[in-house]
């Protein structure tokens, strides 16, 4: 990852209803929801949320696929791992167990 995408991805996440559709999105543990239950859920305009995800979606951070008439979407954890990693590439100046701290913070717990 290099930095221009890392700034559109920290810019698509600086929006309260993108952060809050991605957090949803990764905590879904299924292979996608569709966009309608995403509307209800956020209770966000169905034109709206699309504008979201798509600037998500631009953004690699969230994946869709077509499943009949809807589209399901999912949050791209590898887009997440590149991004985290491109931010934590140089932590603690090559010493990584000061960076221990931070890595035990975001270890999956489940």
Known sequence: MDESRASLAFAALGQPTRLALFRLLMQDGSDGIAAGQLAMQLEVRPNTLSTHLGILSEA?????????????YTADRDGLRLLLGWLLQDCCGGRPEICN??????ACAC
């Open 101 to 106: 701290a931070v890595l035990n913070e975001i």
């Open 60 to 72: 690699g951070l969230i994946r869709s696929r077509r499943d009949g008439r809807s589209i399901l």
